[in-house]
């Protein structure tokens, strides 16, 4: 987070498979925050698994906290 403008959302998960705890973290950026983010989630942890959407619509309350 101290390296990214964006906020994220972190949630607990259990995988399926192997019935580990886990945390997913979710976060919305534009393509032109995508480089940006792969090298932030890289340096972080480089056996991070990163699924990229792409995004239709968005609207709802957006925090700016800072």
């Known amino acids: 987070m101290r390296d990214f403008i964006h906020g994220a959302t972190e949630l607990d998960g259990t995988g399926l498979y ?3 705890e886990t945390t997913v973290i979710m976060t919305v950026v534009s393509k032109y925050d ?3 983010l792969k ?3 890289k340096d972080a942890d480089p056996n991070a698994f990163v699924n990229i959407q792409s995004t239709m619509n968005l609207w709802g ?3 700016n906290v800072e």
């Open 18 to 20: 192997t019935n580990q």
């Open 34 to 36: 995508l480089t940006e």
């Open 39 to 41: 090298r932030v989630v």
């Open 61 to 63: 309350k957006f925090e």
